[in-house]
């Protein structure tokens, strides 16, 4: 099981700032995949900005949606070690 989004924060460059229910938090780089499918719906700032959550995870406006899962290990992959 893993933790929901309790809080989702655009930044610069396409990094999203995640906060976890279980009080972690962490950095998502969505630069490798905005040239893929779905997500180039996000490639515009200005629709990436457009981010919130939604349910245990975070969604934008134009119908692009993360698995939390992923935005879970992805945020504590980008952690240092």
Do not use: H
Not at 20 to 35: A, C, H, Q, S, T
């Amino acid at each position: 099981m893993y933790p929901a989004v309790k809080e989702v924060i655009p930044g610069d460059n396409y990094i999203l700032s995640v906060v976890f229910d279980n009080g972690e938090n962490g950095r998502l780089d969505m630069k490798p995949i905005l040239d893929f499918g779905i997500f180039q719906r996000i490639k515009d700032y200005e629709a990436f900005r457009r981010v919130r959550v939604a349910f245990d995870t975070i969604e934008w406006d134009c119908g692009v949606d993360l698995d939390p899962e992923f935005i879970y290990k992805r945020c504590k992959d980008s952690k240092p070690a």
